[in-house]
């Protein structure tokens, strides 16, 4: 009789257990990250009245007989399932999408515990904490290398207050164009100037090629497309004698007239007319123009200009360079003011990028690159700073020439120069390195030269002036990326996330704290999203994952059960009552 009554009792008993949990969940249901538990219940060891027997001859077999001794909570499972994911408005919340824990320390890395609330905030000392003031751990940015290495050992996130960058010069300048190399364009400028005597120069003064005219473009931006063979026959005495001046591209020496570029066509010119008129000069202007000038006493000139071919050899006429020459026809007296005549301006494909640089003190210098087209798959490349910068060691200093050429697929072949050593003259350090990075040798991946419209896809350097710490942001890889009154960003340190085999194992310890058990497995650290560790979302936090209407669900069940266990109880106590009541 009495294992009734002790049976009722021990349902009551794993009932209030039950109950207790599941207040317990109810108590939760606002709490942030918490995790739900269910009771198990289990059967007590039952007394066997009666062994089972196996079936003997036409005899079956019986079952045992056995008596349950009542019910215990043998276990308490926590339920790691996902909770709801709530954004808020601070941004240093941190939402976990999937498994994984934070790993907090309350002793400097000493011993871990960990967490699924993500409600973090920095303390005075710049400490990365939770509510318990435990700190947050993770990796922080090597101010050798500037980057995060996740692969050390984890330690407390801490960013001072009133972080500072320095400034960081300018190691590398990226640069991503297309060099146009087709028949028209629409970035041109005029032919450097070519004086009387025959010496070529850039708008600084500065002696310089004069360029292929066979890639030259007149007025228009068309291109003239000289092919060899094709030129013009000029006279200078109204056709008397006349001269004819052929375009050579690949011949080296050039024949008895021909021409190559500006300075040859000149030269040529210069020759016929001073022979005619002494006096006469021969130029090239800052608008690429060839001027003659007989206002000096000579002898008259009578331009007469006509195309030139040559049919039995293939050779047509080049309509482009004919109007472009035939512009100089012209009678010019000799000893007359204004006794000039100008052909149509020879231009030259152009494109221009310009960028700031930073020095050691984080002072910003510009650098302009411009490109010039000086043969089929050629451009000079002019690299111009600010005076009093310098790039180079001749005058003038503040400016650098080099070249950059293209294969027939319109791939980069090769660049020089491909660095400069650049000094700001303003205390900064001197000789400061920076390359040139203008694309692979082969490869489309920077600098391209195509029939399309000269551009400038990307231009990048990586120098910046000292800064403010001035905003925080945390990504999906729990990056903490400060932002800097530089306008520069880059990741201060990088939160650790933990995974164990087994979740339900954790011990809780209260304040939203887990810690290891013997049962939980060894803390797998690592960065988030990577070998089954979840996501992170910034600015918002995991809600309960207690369902409401499941858990006031439950407490009918245990309400039930704690009725119906205690009315075995009131029962047995009816039945010893008449049992006693036998004896009277």
């Known amino acids: 009789m009495l294992k009734s009554l002790f049976s009722g009792v021990s349902g009551l008993q794993s009932s209030q257990v039950a109950m207790d949990i599941e207040s317990n969940n109810i108590a939760n249901v606002n709490t942030v990250g918490y995790k739900y538990s269910r009771a198990n219940f289990s059967d007590l060891l039952a007394q066997t009245r009666a062994i089972a027997t196996a079936p003997q001859g036409q005899l079956g077999g019986k079952n045992p007989v056995q008596v349950g001794l009542g019910s215990t909570v043998g276990s308490a499972t926590r339920i790691f399932s996902q909770g709801s994911i709530q954004n808020s408005d601070k941004n240093t919340d941190v939402a976990i999408q999937g498994d994984g824990f934070f790993v907090i320390s309350p002793d400097g890395g000493n011993s871990y515990k960990y967490t699924r609330a993500g409600d973090f905030k920095f303390d005075a000392g710049g400490n990365f904490v939770d509510n318990n003031g435990f700190i947050t751990q993770g990796w922080l940015r090597d101010p050798d290398t500037g980057k995060v290495d996740s692969t050390s050992p984890i330690q407390d996130i801490n960013i001072p207050p009133g972080l500072t960058t320095p400034a960081s010069p300018t190691s590398e300048i990226v640069l991503k164009a297309n060099l146009n190399s087709g028949p028209f364009v629409e970035n041109f400028s005029p032919a450097y100037e070519i004086d009387n005597a025959g010496t070529v120069t850039d708008k600084n003064g500065t002696a310089v090629s004069s360029g292929d005219i066979g890639v030259m473009f007149n007025p228009s931006g068309e291109a003239f497309s000289l092919k060899d063979g094709q030129g013009v026959d000029v006279s200078y005495d109204g056709g008397a004698t006349s001269t004819t001046y052929l375009y050579d591209g690949t011949t080296t020496p050039l024949p008895a007239g021909s021409f190559r570029t500006m300075k040859d066509l000149t030269d040529l010119i210069r020759t016929d007319v001073t022979a005619v008129s002494a006096g ?132 980069l072949s090769s660049v020089n120069p491909g660095n400069i050593s650049f000094t700001a003259n303003n205390g900064s350090k001197e000789n400061q390195t920076i390359n040139l990075s203008f694309g692979t040798a082969n490869k489309f991946d920077g600098m391209t030269s195509f029939d399309s419209k000269s551009s400038t896809s990307g231009i990048s350097q990586d120098g910046f002036t000292g800064g403010d710490l001035v905003g925080i942001r945390i990504d999906q890889s729990g990056t903490l990326v400060g932002s800097f009154s530089n306008g520069r960003s880059f990741g201060l340190a990088q939160i650790a996330m933990a995974k164990f085999t087994n979740n339900e194992g954790l011990g809780a ?32 936090l995991e809600a309960s994952n207690v369902d409401l209407s499941r858990a006031l669900t439950q407490l009918i069940i245990i309400q039930r059960g704690f009725q119906a266990n205690g009315k075995t109880i009131t029962t047995s106590d009816q039945l010893l009552q008449t049992l006693i009541g036998l004896k009277n």
Do not use: C, M
Not at 294 to 305: Q, R
């Open 509 to 540: 310890e209260g304040g939203n704290v887990y810690i290891q058990t013997a049962n939980s497995g060894d803390p797998i650290i690592g960065t988030a999203a990577t070998a089954g560790r979840g996501f992170i979302q910034s600015s918002a």
């Open 280 to 411: 006469a000069t021969v130029v090239v202007d800052n608008a690429g123009k060839i001027s003659i000038n007989n206002e000096a006493a000579g002898t008259d000139l009578n331009i007469v200009i006509t195309a030139y071919s040559d049919p039995a050899n293939g050779v047509v006429e080049n309509v482009r360079f004919t109007t472009g020459i035939k512009a100089l026809e012209s009678f010019l007296p000799q000893g007359s003011p204004g006794s000039t005549s100008f052909s149509q301006s020879f231009n030259a494909a152009t494109h221009g990028s310009g960028i700031d640089v930073f020095d050691s003190l984080g002072t910003k210098h510009t650098v302009q690159t411009a490109f010039r087209k000086v043969s089929s798959n050629q451009w000079n490349i002019t690299i111009t700073v600010p005076e009093p910068s310098e790039i180079s060691t001749i005058i003038p200093r503040n400016q650098k020439t080099g070249s950059i050429t293209f294969n027939n697929d319109g791939s």
